[in-house]
């Protein structure tokens, strides 16, 4: 059975604000366009976080479920969250096996959750995932130098360039911003 992917998503923080941006497309396998209007960016813990996911759409469900969980038991405490989903993933056989990447953010701090059970803080304010997610990135990063755009323009044109180069990724963005 072919498996269905959600690909790109971009975070950017800038000016207090940061704006996560993803795409609506779900693939399924290597070649077939399944869905073009799927959601994978979502406010969760009273609409205090804001989560975003690239990769398999089964697994980053049961991720994102797992972290909201974590949420839930450190009172919203991102950080912790994510360093305690990560230890999770690392010595859950079952969770090992999951195939997903999220972005999570707060009003303090923005945060990749690999998929190999890792935390990273990115530099400069600025991350993408998924299989647009390097010229997500590449855009985010310049217009973040060139422009004076805010955090959620500039996560939406990012994805918008990315959807004119990635066959993964299409223009159906959906932005929240925290």
């Known amino acids: 059975m072919p498996e269905f992917r959600g690909t790109t998503i971009c975070a950017v923080k800038r000016g207090g604000k940061t704006a996560i941006a993803g795409d609506g497309q779900v693939t399924m396998g290597e070649s077939i366009v399944f869905k073009n209007s799927a959601v994978k960016v ?8 804001v989560l975003g996911f690239a990769g398999s759409v089964s697994d980053a469900f049961s991720l994102s479920e797992r972290f ?11 950080m912790r969250s994510a360093v305690e ?3 999770l993933w690392r010595n859950d056989k079952m ?3 999951l195939e997903a990447m999220m972005i999570v953010a707060d009003k303090d701090q923005l945060l990749i959750i690999s ?10 304010g600025v991350c993408a995932i998924g299989s647009g997610g390097n010229y997500a990135l590449a855009a985010a990063r310049a217009l973040m130098q060139e422009t004076d755009y805010s955090a959620e323009e500039i996560a939406r ?3 918008k360039i990315a959807s004119e180069i990635c066959v993964f990724t299409n223009d159906h963005i959906t932005v929240e911003v925290v």
């Open 42 to 49: 979502r406010r969760i813990y009273g609409g205090k976080v």
């Open 68 to 78: 909201e969980g974590m949420l839930n038991k450190f009172s919203g405490n991102l």
């Open 85 to 87: 989903l990560a230890e």
């Open 95 to 97: 969770v090992r096996k």
């Open 115 to 124: 998929g190999n059970g890792e935390v990273i803080e990115p530099d400069g």
């Open 157 to 159: 044109k990012a994805l």
